[in-house]
């Protein structure tokens, strides 16, 4: 099968902090009735697959193009535990989520089978005035302050709050305390892992069991870090043109994520030679490749797989775009490589708005 774009089913999950903003904001066709706390756009794992929503792949899952295409999807990405290396969701929180942690590298060891390492980051798309995160413990709390606030629930007043706006992105290193706060939803980048340890949900009542959720405090316990450095905001760095912009917004061991900007009616290059996933957020476009699966269309709400080995592969924008660029932080064959000149990209597509030949997005760094 020639190489293509991929783009993936969504996986809906109900959740009892669920809502329906996701019909809104980007164009989700929601099942009836239900509270969707998530929508999974990119999954391999033991229970969740994506599916391939259209082109020559079309109902392959995702693990099956993995083994099947190999380093021409993932390039010099490793396999993680031999799945797709990164996880992509959206979250919807409709009520504040359960504070909770995820398990570090020595619980992962220890415990084996599906408990695994889960680094992740959350880019708001949208927060109300109000909106807000809980991310790791204050400065000077120590495993003995959090478990007395445990214990006379008061969790949340040993936990860092921040207020977020849209356009905020925060970096979650596995073991780092969170929750996410009501009135907020995030495009969430992650390692491919479900597992969560629940250290409080707020005295919430389950309504299918009529009691409250489990909580996992034993396992959480030896899994959270008190290192607030380790969770500093990151600077973040822009490159831009007349039409392009592209602004780094977390690198970390697991991924590295970029929002870019582009302007309506813009053709140019796409000069990857590694595995790039775009989370688009505003906009629709297509992607044209040497592929019978091309041109590849994308619309605000779509999360598209660039395989490595994609061919002669461009971006045409009908909208102001707007998406983000997410990318393995490997050692890369275009490390250096600089963003075309004027005179080294092809001649502009006399049919197709207009060529812009600086600034090509996401270019692939070097760890």
Not at 14 to 39: C, D, F, T, Y
Request: aromatic share 6%; with cysteine.
């Amino acid at each position: 099968m020639e190489i293509h774009p991929l783009i993936f089913e969504p996986i809906f999950k109900p959740k009892i902090w669920g809502g329906r903003k996701l019909e809104a904001l980007l164009a989700k066709r929601l099942p009836e009735g239900q509270r969707i706390g998530e929508s999974w756009e990119v999954a391999d794992l033991e229970d969740d697959q994506s599916v391939v929503a259209s082109g020559p792949a079309r109902d392959r899952m995702l693990s099956e193009l993995v083994h099947e295409w190999g380093a021409r999807l993932i390039g010099r990405a490793s396999l993680f535990e031999g799945r797709f290396p990164l996880l992509i969701k959206f979250l919807d929180a409709g009520e504040t989520l359960s504070v909770q942690v995820h398990p570090d590298e020595t619980m992962a060891r220890r415990l084996g089978d599906r408990v695994r390492v889960k680094n992740e980051a959350w880019y708001v798309i949208d927060a109300e005035d109000e909106g807000f995160i809980y991310r790791g413990v204050r400065e000077g709390v120590d495993a003995d302050a959090l478990k007395r606030a445990i214990r006379e629930q008061r969790v949340e007043s040993v936990l860092n709050r921040i207020s977020v706006r849209k356009g905020h992105c925060y970096y979650l290193p596995s073991g780092t305390i969170h929750a996410l706060g009501a009135g907020v939803t995030v495009a969430e980048v992650q390692t491919p892992s479900d597992i969560t340890y629940r250290i409080y949900d707020w005295n919430r009542i389950d309504p299918a069991t009529g009691r409250p959720r489990d909580l996992h405090l034993e396992e959480a316990l030896q899994c959270v870090s008190y290192d607030t450095t380790s969770i500093a905001d990151q600077k973040r760095e822009h490159v831009a043109s007349i039409c392009t912009s592209v602004t780094k917004l977390v690198r970390c061991e697991s991924f590295v994520i970029e929002r870019v900007r582009m302007a309506e009616g813009v053709e140019q290059q796409i000069p990857y030679d590694e595995l790039v996933i775009w989370i688009v957020l505003e906009g629709r476009g297509r992607i044209v490749c040497d592929s019978p699966a091309s041109p590849t269309a994308f619309r605000t709400g779509d999360t598209v797989v660039l395989p490595a080995d994609l061919s002669s592969a461009r971006v045409q924008t009908d909208d102001n775009c707007m998406w983000l660029e997410v990318t393995i932080p490997i050692p890369s064959s275009l490390t250096g490589y600089e963003r075309p000149s004027r005179e080294s990209l092809p001649e502009p597509n006399p049919t197709y708005g207009k060529s812009v030949p600086l600034n090509v997005p996401g270019k692939p760094t070097s760890s």
